[in-house]
């Protein structure tokens, strides 16, 4: 099992950048199958049709099954390893970046060019929206009115997502709570001396944002 959490986009996002008078247009957008990769490069070609260049690299799949790079007419090696290597250094899933670039006249070298390309790769997702896919379990919890409103504070600080309260002869909460609280259970019939009802609806997949530090 991974140390990192399962990171992906939670919508597409562009940003460009000029390196000696050449003009670069990162793009990154969220992807599950390789037909959705197809479809956003030909998207971004279609966009920027007078562009000399359009590289990119995307992994897709529970475990990067599907990856792919491409330097687009560019040294082998100077724009989709670069980006690549950005994806994969983030530890991103699920995620197409391409890099189109209009060239300026004057020559980067393959430094240069590596640099170039890895560095617009990043900005495109220096500022995007960042989601964590999470295993969660969703239950019901429920219990008098009594003990409802101090039980919610409570489950705000411990569960991922309180999905919603349903007011009837008694109130039932729902949550989403991450599988891998194995805690969550036993804290919570302490919580409520052993008086909440507790029902185990599903397991599920859910995306939630992700602070990522810059």
């Known amino acids: 099992m991974s140390e990192f959490p399962f990171l992906s986009l939670a919508t597409a996002h562009e940003a460009e950048q000029t390196i000696k008078k050449s003009r670069f247009i990162g793009y990154a957008a969220p992807i599950t199958t390789e037909t959705d990769a197809t479809n956003i490069l030909d998207q ?4 920027h049709a007078k562009a000399n260049h359009a590289a990119y690299a995307y992994v897709a799949g529970d475990h990067d099954e599907l990856t792919r790079q491409s330097d687009a007419g560019e040294p082998v090696g100077t724009a989709g390893s ?3 290597n950005v994806i994969q250094q983030q530890h991103l899933h699920n995620v197409i970046i391409v890099v189109t670039r209009f060239f300026g006249g004057i020559k980067l070298g393959a430094g240069g ?3 170039a390309y890895g ?3 990043s900005l495109a997702i220096l500022d995007a929206s960042i ?12 219990l ?6 101090p039980l919610n504070t409570w489950l705000a600080d411990r ?3 309180i999905v919603g309260t349903d007011y009837g002869v008694a109130v039932t909460i729902t949550v989403l709570v991450g599988t891998d609280n194995i805690q969550f259970v036993t804290e919570l019939t302490s919580k409520t001396n052993g008086q909440a009802q507790l029902k185990k609806i599903d397991e599920e997949f859910a995306e939630i944002p992700y602070a990522v530090s810059k």
Do not use: H, M
């Open 44 to 47: 971004v070609q279609a966009q």
């Open 82 to 84: 670069p980006i690549l």
């Open 113 to 115: 060019l590596i640099r």
């Open 131 to 142: 989601v964590e896919r999470k295993a969660l379990t969703r239950y019901e919890i429920t």
């Open 159 to 161: 569960v991922d997502q």
């Open 144 to 149: 008098d009115y009594k003990q409802a409103e």
């Open 119 to 121: 560095s617009s790769a």
